[in-house]
């Protein structure tokens, strides 16, 4: 065993506000049920804030997670690692997909540049540049993979502590779906070709050469597969360490969190090793195209909001989805009981 990450314990949203909430959407002006999965959401949503009706949600925070994977050099992407530092560039310039979902659905993007190899400026929790080539060594040392899990910790403490009342993980990382597949894989006993995904957009050729790569780092993952840290500091790499980190801590504090899609969900798996029960706080924004994501998905038993064949990261899928959460939470606060406009019920038998 390595040392290890302490994450306090989580306990699970408030049922009692959920079932509040559940009664309020019996009294709504529409019949029982009518607004079908935004009737759980909304609930959930109240669970989440321990009260019902919900207070609307008016600070969205989405934090995209940015770093390099070694492996890429295995011309595991269809892209070139120098992407990553210029994708981050696009985000603090506000040209990315995920700067104008977020505009639209009333979010601010904050990115982190965890280990982009590049100097990409202001980098605070900045651990190394660039994670090692996961098929034939570690991606962080023991000290590395500790500190990017306290990164993701102190940076949920600083956004709830800021009034946060919706978090989004995204990434961006030029390999990155290579190392999800792998923690996936580790974590969920699947084989290579279940959990290879097209990525960016991969060839044929290039399929091959990801699948070899997440044959070779699964096998290094294999024997540290119990041990959530020993195996971020195996087969992640910062970024998605981080990202485990900020997903259990999100839970902690009791802030509800919509996942995105493979890297956040390969995340996802770790942070629910890291402190059990974290995923009664996070909802799932989407289905990316990704297999190993599907694999998560059961994994974790969330339901995905959206299915829109999306597979860009960068908390785009999870911030598509977020207008949904919105409306839950409106509907619960803002609809008008039965008795309120004088409708009538259910006619009787
Ligand atoms: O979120 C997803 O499910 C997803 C699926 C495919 C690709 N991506 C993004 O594409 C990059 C990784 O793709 P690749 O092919 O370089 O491994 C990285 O920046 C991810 O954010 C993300
Ligand atoms: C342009 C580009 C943008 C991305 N955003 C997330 N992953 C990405 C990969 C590429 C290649």
């Not at 990434?171 to 960016?200: C, F, K, N, Q, Y």
Request: charged fraction near 20%; charge should be negative.
């Amino acid at each position: 065993m390595t040392d290890t990450v302490e994450f306090d314990t989580v306990t699970p949203p408030d049922e009692e506000s959920r079932q509040a909430a559940l009664a309020r959407h019996g009294q709504l002006t529409k019949p029982p049920g009518s607004l079908g999965r935004l009737e759980r959401l909304g609930a959930w949503v109240a669970a989440c804030q321990g009260q019902c009706p919900p207070r609307p949600l008016d600070r969205i925070r989405i934090v995209v997670f940015a770093g390099d994977h070694g492996v890429a050099a295995r011309g595991v992407s269809a892209y070139p690692s120098e992407v990553t530092a210029q994708m981050v560039a696009n985000f603090r310039a506000g040209g990315a997909a995920i700067n104008v979902l977020a505009a639209s659905a009333g979010g601010e993007v904050r990115v982190v540049d965890m280990s982009v190899d590049a100097d990409t400026g202001e980098a605070p929790y900045k651990v190394r540049r660039s994670s090692g080539s996961i098929d034939v060594e570690d991606a962080l040392t023991e000290e590395e993979v500790l500190a990017a899990v306290a990164a993701g910790r102190s940076i949920v403490d600083e956004e709830v502590d800021g009034g946060a009342d919706l978090l989004v993980a995204g990434d961006m990382g030029i390999g990155d779906t290579t190392a999800s597949a792998v923690l996936v894989a580790a974590l969920t006993g699947t084989e290579p070709v279940a959990v290879v995904g097209r990525g960016t957009g991969i060839d044929d050729r290039a399929w091959m050469r990801k699948t070899a790569a997440i044959r070779d780092a699964l096998r290094r993952a294999k024997p540290v597969s119990a041990d959530p840290v020993a195996l971020l500091r195996t087969v992640a790499g910062a970024d998605i360490a981080a990202m485990a980190g900020f997903l259990a801590q999100a839970a902690v504090r009791r802030t509800p969190v919509v996942l995105d899609g493979v890297v956040t969900g390969a995340a996802a798996l770790v942070a629910e090793e890291l402190a059990p029960g974290a995923r009664a706080w996070w909802v799932a924004g989407h289905r990316s195209t990704e297999p190993a994501h599907s694999l998560v998905l059961e994994q974790l038993d969330l339901e995905p909001l959206l299915d829109l064949g999306m597979r860009l990261g960068e908390g785009t899928g999870a911030t598509a989805a977020i207008p949904l959460v919105s409306m839950s939470v409106r509907v619960l606060a803002e609809m008008a009981t039965f008795e309120d406009a004088g409708i009538s019920g259910p006619a009787a038998d």
